[in-house]
């Protein structure tokens, strides 16, 4: 499980400690900025040159970083580009959905190799979720033409709260999932590092890296799916919270006596907006419209229905469908609405699974925002709809997994070793 650990960071004179940060400074900026050569990343990072030479060439030699090419440079010797080193490492990013799984397998530098997805059912058994993980993940490999023991490391997303020193999870959404030991159960079965986080803030570790977070200080990411939640990142580092639970907006209370929710209050945003919230009001349109659309897209079964079926039915010109995503809009609008005035963000990224295909539902989200946020903040904001798609908590998994291995290599530095290891070459 990734956490910093604060008892452990020595006092800032330290140079190894120094250096470590240096080093992570480093990376930081070849990952945001191509075409990087020494020069360029002093002038950016404001280090001075033989401390960047010395951790370029520490990098060099461990394999994380590589000379991707010789750019002549007037009479002198030629400017060495420096880039991250894909092949370093292989990771995957699961992302355990209400009712997907994603996948995907990334490289050192955090791009996506392959990825891919599974429908399943609302929070079924901890013990078939491992089957079906083991199935997806096998299928990923066999894309990629990789074997179990190319990966090192696996992350793991989840939609809910994560106990950090016992590694297990709990889902208020899904009966079924509570304290389940979800890193010792992919441990067991995979022996590598595993890290668990939740999913929304997977999300916004995306965005950060490869979405509309990129060049961005202060964001915030909305996560509109089965669940409601959001990311949120401060001076280019996720914000976690006090115990790591933060970010819990859809549980924010709107009206006290709204419908019940899944957290045992009433009248969250959940329990209007949600993905869950739209299924069981999708269940009342279709009793008591039996002409409705929806009995065509959920198969003619109200008990089984989901949003997307509701999507999907709005979207074919089903008006109550279409009701119901404006509905539920207006009440994320608000969510977000408040959001934004406590947080004053540059930028909000409306995400999830529930925008795809849904420019219904956005529509009243932002109109909403628009007529109900304080002027004077909203125009400090610009709200930007994530181009991620549905998979990006699985790629922020697969991200969390290069971060560990960054920490790791840090915490070796601090500890006066050389963290080296060998550089991973595929054919
Ligand atoms: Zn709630």
New binding site residues.
């Given amino acids: 499980m990734w956490t910093e650990k604060k008892d452990s960071i020595p006092e800032k004179g330290d140079q190894s400690y120094l250096r470590s940060r240096n080093t992570a400074r480093i990376l930081e900026t070849l990952r945001q900025n191509e075409n990087f050569s020494r020069q360029d990343l002093a002038e950016q990072t404001n280090l001075d040159k033989k401390t960047v030479l010395n951790i370029v060439n520490g990098l060099l030699e461990k394999g994380m970083i590589h000379i991707t090419s010789r750019q002549a440079d007037g009479a002198g010797r030629p400017k060495e580009i420096l880039d991250i080193n894909g092949n370093y490492g292989r990771y995957a990013g699961i992302d355990l959905g209400g009712t997907h799984l994603s996948g995907v397998l990334v490289d050192f530098s955090g791009k996506q190799i392959v990825s891919g997805n599974i429908e399943v059912h609302n929070g079924m058994e901890p013990d078939t979720l491992m089957k079906l993980c083991a199935y997806l993940m096998g299928n990923l490999l066999k894309d990629a033409g990789l074997k179990e023991y190319d990966l090192s490391g696996i992350g793991i997303s989840f939609p809910g709260f994560v106990a950090s020193s016992l590694g297990s999870v709990t889902s ?1 959404n899904f009966p079924k999932w509570q304290n389940i030991p979800i890193q010792g159960m992919f441990q067991e079965r995979y022996n590598v590092p595993i890290c668990v986080d939740d999913s929304s803030r997977l999300m916004a570790l995306a965005e950060l890296w490869f979405g509309k977070g990129r060049g961005c200080r202060d964001f915030i990411v909305a996560d509109l799916g089965f669940g409601i939640g959001c990311g949120i990142v401060i001076d280019r580092k996720i914000f976690r919270g006090s115990a790591g639970k933060s970010g819990e907006v ?2 924010t209370i709107v009206d006290v006596n709204g419908p019940p ?5 009433r009248g ?1 945003i ?2 209007f907006a949600a993905g869950w919230a739209l299924s069981r009001d999708a269940q009342v349109v279709m009793k008591e419209h039996p002409d409705s659309l929806l009995w065509e897209t959920s198969g003619g079964s109200p008990e089984g229905v989901n949003f997307r079926q509701v999507i999907l039915a709005a979207n074919l010109g089903d008006s109550c469908c279409a009701g119901l995503l404006r509905y539920a809009g207006t009440y994320i609008g608000i969510g977000l609405s408040n959001t934004i005035s406590f947080f004053n963000p540059s930028r909000l990224i409306i995400g999830g699974r529930l925008i795809q295909d849904n420019e219904i539902l956005l529509k009243a989200v932002t109109e909403t925002i628009n007529s109900n946020c304080m002027k004077q903040i909203l125009d400090d904001v610009e709200i930007t709809v994530s181009e991620l798609g549905g998979g990006a908590s699985a790629w922020g998994a697969g991200i969390s997994c290069i971060l560990n291995t960054e920490n790791s290599y840090f915490a070796a530095i601090q500890n006066g070793q050389n963290g080296a290891r060998k550089t991973l070459v595929l054919a």
């Fill in positions: 208020e859809g549980h929710c899944t957290c045992g209050s969250c959940e329990s």
